[in-house]
């Protein structure tokens, strides 16, 4: 069965670090542009940051520009976003989805964006002191 499965959530005090994994399980990765988001208590979701195939482009919410990087492994059939200095803010349920693209530069992190294919199930990420 084909599905996108994320981990690496937990519980931080404000200022620590986690890595989220986004793993998919029954297809590659290699032609999908993967985007990372969240949604908190409340709130709609909004998107955090994309990578394309190639791992050439990315892109970032201005609210996490600077602390958080995305990175692709094909050979490990992962994404990762590594978020460093994390605040209280960023607390929320984190997903990744992935669209299957022929175009190596796509990176999307538009929540509504018809074209993913793939959306997992979510991670929670909690920072509070």
């Known amino acids: 069965q084909e599905h996108l499965v994320e981990s690496g959530g937990g519980s931080v005090q404000p200022g620590g670090t986690l890595r989220l994994s986004c793993a998919a399980s029954?297809?590659?990765?290699?032609?999908?542009?993967i985007g990372w988001f969240r949604q908190a208590p409340g709130k709609e979701r909004e998107g955090v940051s994309c990578i394309s195939t190639s791992g050439d482009n990315t892109n970032y919410a201005d609210s996490v520009k600077g602390r958080f990087t995305i990175s692709r492994d094909n050979a490990k059939n992962t994404v990762y976003l590594q978020m460093d200095s994390l605040k209280p803010e960023d607390t929320a349920v984190y997903y990744c989805a992935a669209a299957w693209t022929a175009v190596q530069t796509m990176c999307v992190m538009t929540p509504d964006y018809y074209g993913f294919d793939y959306w997992g199930e979510g991670t929670l990420v909690t920072v509070s002191s």
């Open positions: 029954g297809f590659t990765l290699d032609y999908y542009a």
